[in-house]
């Protein structure tokens, strides 16, 4: 049915349209028709006017040769008067240079004669005057000669005070260099001498026992006066090796004043875990000396008490520690010594050997040797440190003495510098006045002799003057004769050339020219309407016959439609014979159906119900897991802690408490003792490191990884930042040598644009001057360019105080240097020489022309003189329809006779 109904519509439309083409094609044949009775109007006026041009061409014809002619006989005529004008105006320019040339004679001899007396009485008094200069001269000269003794002879002075200035700051320059030195040393031997310090107050070499037992004493934990006993010594460097080897085990040792209990040490050390320590109580100590003289063997030193320094509170602790050792040279009189004197002898080298009495031996180096040490060594610093602090003061003074010095001789220096500016300028100045005298004496003496040549040369003149006078008289009066004569001639030549009258044969031609140029612009005007026409048919058959195609194809598929709606019609009726047998059939199944769908809506609704239980169910055991998971993990937390505070142990467990069957790991772990309590001291050792725990705070498992990253991102960004610095620094190159480039170019691109802008100016202007001028000659990225011009007759002054056109002019020569230094393929220039006169426009045309051999230039101007440089001209005119058209012309091709 939809088929048919479109095709029914479609069959509507094809009337409708075939209705308009006919209408139109009516429409078309008359139009046709109308134009052919137009085209025959017009061939029959074409016709018209061709024989009005035969005609006009004909008569315009015969007056032309009549003009002719007639101009031959007037040109004879004009030339011949010409030449009598000529003549005569030749005569008359001639007695007038000649009357003029004898009026400036006469001017001139007078002149000369008032010039002679004026010269004559200004010589008497110029020779007066220079004697006067003279003896000033002579006078400056001598009193110069004098100020210039006295400016060598403070120059002298002036450089022994600066060679005595020189020598005293070398001398301080020498004296600061060593204090320089003396401070590095100072400040190297604090360093040392402050970590000598900080390795006594922290105890450093010394075994944990002692070190906790005087940093106990320190802290006031333990009453009295403990100190290292290494610390109370002071051995001789040669001996330390000898005495730290003697001392052994009591290296460490610390000693007790008469006040301190040694028992409140003891059990200190006792019940903490710190290591051991030997003390040597004064109040205790039994001396173990053996008295006797020394033993009389070779290469024994001496006993090791005697040989060091100790103080008297301590002599009993080092007699009882090295009461009974000795020093020696060599190995042999240490096993000698040691055999001698008794079984608590003992026999020491040098080299930290130690010979018992028993024959044993104690060798190697002691690697606490630097505890013997540091007394010596710090009282060596502290005497080091206060010499080096007296050589300082005493470089201080010998710098303070050599300032003060070189002040006064600075002052004197600016006294002797005053001084001799003094006299500098007044040696100035008498030169100057030297120089002003000899320069007026010259001056004067070339005037007088100026003045003496000018008036032999007057004289001179005037002779030949009055004798060019009467030659000139006799001239004139030649002249005057000759002038009359002509004049006769010429009135008559006039009168013959007044009867060829040239006005009315002119005034035909142009008649008849004018008609024949109307009858041709005519005919033409005809022959395109006709051709206009004669396309405009043509075009309209074309039309007509297109327009017939269309109805017939229009027609034509007309008739398939009336065809093809009747074959679907009979389609239409079939089929409604089908849909209704169909519908029968249907009826039984969409009862069926809609049963269907409402077991459906039910069984739909049961789902939903079953899903939102599935969910219920589904969260809870999701919640329960999460909470077995959480339980586990608290579990695993606890196990780990217990592992980590009491290691893998096997646990006991009540009866009443359920838990899994041990493994038998009998034999591989640690079984826990029972305890019914903590003792006191673990007690007290669990609390201290609970709190080292505490103050320790947090441990990140992951701090060496991260460490790690930050390492490797530290180092990456230093990368970038040392190539971001070198490529920084690489620009900054680039743009300093590029700075260095622009303005090298920038200077000779000036340089020669100036030089052309200054002949373009004189050029352009007949005459004056310009030159152009920077604003900042030493800032070449930042300066601006002013033009300072001086026209012909007129002061310089700035580019403001221009008129239009000379602003416009300068402007120009400012363009053309450019074009001159550096030619570009193309310039444009929009009416430049609008506000030119008509001079001016002719020396821009000849620098155009001149440039065009370089550059194209495009010029929009309204200027006949400026269009005659042109090689094409375009044009814009508007036509019969309003529509702009561009007229293009040659020069090059126009025939020699129009451009005449």
């Known amino acids: 049915m939809r088929e048919v109904a ?164 070398a001398h301080r320059r020498e004296f600061q260099e060593t204090r320089n030195k003396l401070e590095s040393r ?62 052994g085990e009591f290296l460490d040792a610390i000693y007790l004043a008469e006040d301190t209990d040694e028992d409140q040490a003891v059990s200190w050390l006792g019940s903490n875990d710190q290591g051991r320590a030997a ?108 010499a080096i602090e007296n050589e300082i ?105 007044a009867k060829l009258s040239l006005d009315e044969i002119q005034s035909q031609v142009f008649h008849w020219n004018t008609t024949v140029a109307v009858s041709r612009k005519a005919k033409q005007e005809a022959e395109k309407r006709r051709l206009d026409l004669l396309s405009t048919i043509d075009r309209m058959n074309q039309q007509v016959e297109d327009l017939n195609h269309q109805v017939q194809a229009i027609q034509e598929e007309h008739s398939k439609l009336d065809i093809e709606i009747g074959t679907q019609g009979s389609q239409i009726e079939s089929l409604t014979n089908e849909i209704d047998a169909l519908d029968e059939k249907i009826s039984p199944a969409e009862k069926d159906l809609n049963r269907l769908d409402g077991e459906y809506n039910d069984t739909q609704s049961g789902l939903v119900t079953s899903q939102q239980k599935l969910t219920a169910a589904e969260r809870s055991v999701t919640q329960a897991k999460l909470e077995y998971a959480r339980s586990k993990d ?75 990253s930050v390492v490797e991102r530290y180092e990456y960004l230093k990368t970038q930042v040392d190539d971001l610095k070198k490529a920084d620094e690489d620009l900054c190159q680039i743009i300093r040598e590029l700075d260095e480039v622009m303005e090298r170019d920038f200077k000779t691109t000036f340089r020669k644009v100036a030089t052309e802008f200054e002949k373009m100016f004189t050029r352009l202007f007949g005459g004056g001057n310009a030159k152009l001028v920077l604003t900042d000659e030493d800032n070449f990225t930042e300066t601006g360019i002013d033009i300072e011009a001086r026209l012909p007759g007129r002061r310089e002054q700035g580019l403001s105080l221009l008129s239009g056109g000379e602003r416009s002019l300068t402007a120009v020569a400012l363009i053309f240097a450019l074009l001159k230094v550096s030619p570009t393929p193309f310039c444009v220039l929009d009416e430049v020489d609008a506000m030119l006169d008509e001079a001016n426009v002719g020396r821009y045309r000849d620098l155009l022309r001149e440039l065009a051999n370089q550059t194209q230039f495009i010029v929009i101007t309204h200027n006949r003189n400026t269009v005659q440089a042109a090689d094409v001209i375009y044009g814009i005119t508007m036509g019969r329809d309003s529509a702009s058209q561009i007229i293009s012309l040659r020069l090059d091709d126009i025939p020699n006779d129009m451009v005449k």
């Not at 139009?31 to 029959?44: D, G, V």
């Not at 009389?296 to 007699?319: A, F, H, N, Q, Y």
């Open 634 to 708: 608290a579990v695993d937390n606890l196990r780990k802690k217990i592992e980590e505070d009491m290691g893998l142990v096997i646990l006991e467990y009540s009866e009443d408490m359920a838990a899994q069957s041990p493994l038998p790991l009998d034999g591989w772990v640690e079984q826990l003792p029972s305890l019914n309590e903590i003792p006191p001291e673990m007690e007290d050792n669990i609390n201290r490191q609970k709190a080292h725990l505490r103050r320790m705070g947090a441990v990140n498992p992951e701090a060496q990884a991260e460490y790690q």
């Open 186 to 247: 100072k400040a190297q031997i604090n360093g040392q001498l402050k970590a000598l310090i900080d390795a006594e107050n922290a105890f450093s070499g010394l075994a944990g026992g002692a070190k906790a037992i005087l940093q106990q004493a320190k802290s006031g934990n333990l009453k009295g006066r403990y100190s290292a006993l290494t610390s109370l010594l002071e051995v001789p460097k040669e001996y330390e090796h000898a005495v730290a080897a003697v001392l």
């Open 393 to 497: 003061e005493s470089s201080d003074d010998e710098i303070n003495s050599s300032d003060s010095a070189i002040h006064s001789l600075h002052g004197e220096e600016s006294r002797i510098q005053q001084s001799r500016q003094q006299v500098e300028q007044n040696v100035n100045r008498l030169n100057q006045k030297s120089q002003k005298a000899t320069l007026d004496l010259n001056q004067f003496t070339q005037q007088i002799n100026w003045k003496k040549q000018q008036i032999d040369q007057q004289k001179k003149q005037l002779e030949t003057s009055n004798d060019e006078l009467q030659k000139l008289d006799v001239s004139i009066t030649e002249n005057l004769g000759s002038i009359q004569e002509i004049s006769s001639q010429l009135k008559e030549k006039n009168l013959a050339l």
């Open 6 to 169: 479109v095709k029914q519509e479609r069959k509507r439309s094809l009337m409708e349209r075939e209705l308009a083409l006919q209408n139109d094609l009516a429409k078309r044949e008359e139009e046709t028709a109308s134009r052919k009775r137009s085209m025959e109007e017009i061939a029959e006026e074409e016709k018209r006017l061709q024989d009005e041009l035969d005609d006009a061409q004909m008569q315009a014809k015969e007056v032309t040769s009549q003009l002719e002619k007639l101009q031959t006989e007037r040109q004879k005529c004009e030339e011949d008067v010409r030449l009598t004008r000529r003549k005569m105006v030749d005569i008359e320019t001639a007695n007038v240079k000649l009357q003029a040339h004898r009026n400036e004679i006469i001017s001139r001899s007078d002149s000369l004669n008032n010039s002679l007396v004026s010269l004559e009485s200004g010589i008497v008094e110029e020779e007066k005057r220079l004697e006067e200069i003279r003896s000033q001269e002579e006078s400056i000269r001598l009193e110069r000669e004098d100020a210039e003794v006295e400016l060598k002879q403070l120059s002298v002075k002036l450089d022994e005070t600066r060679k005595k200035i020189s020598e005293s700051e």
């Open 279 to 386: 003390l040597f109580p004064v109040s205790s100590l039994v001396d173990a000396t053996t008295r006797g003289p020394s033993p009389t063997i070779d290469g024994v030193i001496g006993r090791v008490s005697d040989l060091i320094i100790v103080p008297t509170e301590i002599s009993k602790v080092v007699s009882a520690v090295l009461g009974n050792a000795w020093i020696v040279k060599d190995r042999e009189a240490a096993r000698k010594v040691a055999r001698s004197k008794g079984n608590t002898a003992k026999a020491v080298t040098l080299n930290g050997e130690v010979f018992l009495s028993n024959g044993a031996v104690i060798a190697g180096k002691e690697t606490r040797g630097s505890l013997i040490s540091r007394p010596r060594e710090r009282k060596e610093l502290e005497a080091l440190l206060a």
